[in-house]
Each structure stands twice: as structure tokens, then as C-alpha cells.
């Protein structure tokens, strides 16, 4: 049950209960529907007391949850019924919530309030925090923390089940095109064991409110239920432990020792389930004091792993990894786990030396903090963005622009820099409008060599990845320094228009 929004199918079946009054078709494809139930009219409080009432007959749960999530305020807006009520009740945009969604707050009140005449308590997402908590009402924090933080400090209980961790309908690996389609998002095994439930930003009298967790596996993208079962296993193993186990006492290193004997048993019960732990997991330091890439390799248990760097397959007589292993120059990394004589999935990591890499470097400008990872080095890691935009490899800003300082260490024949933007105008990621290099031999008096100015992007621009290449006459620099303007103020055609849009940059190289 979702209400008043996700109500598609309802108003099929009901089209008296829209604003427009339909006639609907129940909703065919992925994504949110404009039409919801009309907030002004008497007949749809009836209709969710029936419903709700039905649901209490059905289920003798504690809790009835009454979903409160995505329910755009498009039609509300334009309804002579909605604003009639929003009248009516003399609900104002105040506080940062606009009137309609003080009348979706209307709405689930209406539902709560229902609900407690029949002894039940309501849980709904955590955009029932908006325009005002219905009393008693439980949250479930699902955009992320935020809203379950709200929730608790205003005393309501609060089921933490965030999409940064717990949203098991997301990818499991980066390597998509080897992935059943999934919505999107990625959230490997060890990103669900490292989370905390109880947020640091609470109090211990606030977070006694933080009464569970739970994982969403939306199965919209899943036509089977053993592709369901691949998504969720053994993502819910890290949520169990995550449940039950304090956080001192946690070790993803021995979770994943112990997880080889639970799929085992997932094996011996003809589960689907995804296989990545046994791979190889590669990851990559910046050494700047010497300039190397260092390479750390784990995998679950006391596997064997085998590598390569030219990018051929790995065997059983390949390099046994022993301990990190310090790169000087590029690489193709390839490697695999044994175990029983058998070999997992390859995986791989190039790395792509240029004069910039592994050196240090200093931004001038804040980048944004959910797209910070390693702060400078991640431009000079050697590890070039591909893919989406929330990969790791990316930094963000927004409403700054990206302003390095790349210090080489010593004088250094300079005569190119590029470098690589990700576009998703979607997700208000646009292009840089400018790029400009300058160099320095002290890093206080910089020289502008090279400077390149980007149109604004149109509606019909590409997303995807956009490679600069900025060229000057060849100078000695020990200091590199990058400006690349972001969108300041995003296009008129853009539903962010006058807002900053995000600039995501990947990997500075310098030839
Ligand atoms: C949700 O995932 N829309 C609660
Ligand atoms: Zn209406």
C-alpha cells in the first residue's frame, strides 16, 4: 500500500479519485507517475479508510505502512479541489515546505489518525517528514540518513533503510555490462557491512528512537525470483551482522571468512547468489613521497591470488601475490583467486602513468563532500574515470570549480595537459564552460599557457565522457595549476535553470 502517490493502478480502477478524474491506465513503466490521489476530494478519505480497513482485516501487524514516498505535487497544484482544501485549512509555504506538501502531511495524518481508532501505529517514508510528522508516526529513512536523524531528534521511532547502503535493487559490481540490468547505483557486499545504523549526529537518548534496519529490494528490474535472490544474497548476510553485531566487533575480513561456509549452504540449497566476494578486490593508494602507484589485493578466505600487469589472463603459474606491489609505470592488472584448483572471475585495473602521476595535489576550491574520496590525488591516481559519475574516481564540485595544483616535484619539460569531464544533465552534471592551465617554477607566480572556453550545453548535448586536451609550447614547470569552470548557472531548457550544475573532472594528465 502507497499512498497518496505510487496510486496508478487505483486510479484506473477509480478514476474519480484523481484530480484530472482520468480516465488512467495502469502504469506500464519504470519511474513515478504525475497522477496521485486527489487531496481534496472527501470521497478519497473514504476510500483510504476502506483500504486501510481491509489491510487491519488482512494483517494483524503492530505496524501498517502507509508509504508517503514520491508522490509529486504537479496535479495538486493545478486542482480546484487540492487548492480548495490547501484554502480550507489555511496551509501556507512556510519553513521550506510548500503548501502541497503540507497537504500530502494532511493526507497521512488522515491515514494515522485512521489507523490509531483501529490500534495500529503508522510507518511511512521519510517524506512524511515534510510539511510535518503525523503524531506517533514512525519513519523509515530511505533517501539516505537524513530523514530518520529528523525524525529522531523530533522523538519519532525511526527504521533506518537508506539508499546509500541498504538498497539492494542497486548494481553489486562496477562491471555493469556483466550484471543482470539492474536501476542503477552500486553497492558492493563490503559498502552494506560498513554500515553504521546509529548516527553519530544523535545523542544516545535520541538514537534509542533508531528501533531497526532494513534493506529494499525494489524487483521492478527483476523478472525472476532467482534474480531476486541473486540481488539480496549475501548482501543480507552484511545486513544481519550489521543488525546484530556491535560495531567494535565488526571485521569485514572475517565476515567474508566465515561467508565462504554460509554459501556453501546457499550452494547445497540451489540459491542463486552473486559471486564477486570470491574475486579478486583491487585497490589503489598514491604514493606521492615516491611517486608510485601502490596495489593491494584481497579476496575471502586464504585463497591463493595470481596476477599479471600486461594484461594477459592470469594461471595457476602466474605472480602469487605476496604483499603490495609498488608501480612505477602503467599496468594492466589482471588478477584471480584459486581455490581448490579453481579460478574465480578475472578481475582487472589499468593503470595509466602520465608526468602527474601519483603526484601531489592541492585544490584551491572545496569539492562537493559526497564526491570527495581521496580530495586531490584521485585526479592523479592513475586510475582514469570511466563509467558513471559516482564511481569513486570523479570529484565533484558544486557551486566551485575545480582548481588544482599539481606539484611535479621538480622542473619538469611540460607541453600538454588533458583532462576528463563526465556529463549526466539528468543528474545536473554539466560540462565545464572554461579550462585553463598556467604553470609556475615556485608555485606563487603562475604563467596562463593554455585556456579553452566551453559553450553551455544544450538539450540535445551528449552525456558521457569529454575528453580536453590543452596544448601549449613545450616550458619547464615544477607546478601545474588546472581551472576548469563549472556551470554557474544551469540553462533556461534545465528544470535546475540558474542553479550551479556539478562538474565532475577524472584524471589530470601532463605530458
Ligand atoms: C522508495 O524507495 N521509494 C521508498
Ligand atoms: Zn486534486
Redesign the pocket.
Known sequence: IDLPG?MQAALAAYPELGCTGGPYKVWQKWGISDDVLCAGNDKVMTFIDNVLKEVTQLFPSKYIHV?G??CPKVRWKECPKCQARIKALHLEAKDGHSAEERLQSYVITHASNYLKSLGRNTIG?DEILEGGLAEGATV?S??GEAGGIAAAKQNHDVVM?P?SYL?FDYYQSLDKANEPLAIGGYLPLQRVYSYEPMPKELTADEARHIIGVQA?I?TEYMPTFKHMQYMALPRVAALSEVQWTQPQLKDYNDFTNRLISLTNLYDRLGYNYAKHLYNVNISIDSDTKWREIVVHMTTAGDAEIRYTLDGSQPTASSTLYTGAIHLQKSAKIRATAFRNGKSSQVSSQDIVFNKATACQVKLLQPTHKSYTYNGGVTLTDGLVGDKGFGTGRWLGFSGNDLEAVIDLKKPTDVSSVSLNTCVEKGSWIFDARNIEVSVSTDGIAFTTVANKALPALEKNSADGINTYDLNFSQTKARYIKVHATSEHSIPDWHAGKGKPGFLFVDEISVK
Open positions: 505510487h508509504g514516498d514520491e517514508w523509515m530511505w533517501r533503510t539508499n538498497y529494499n525494489w
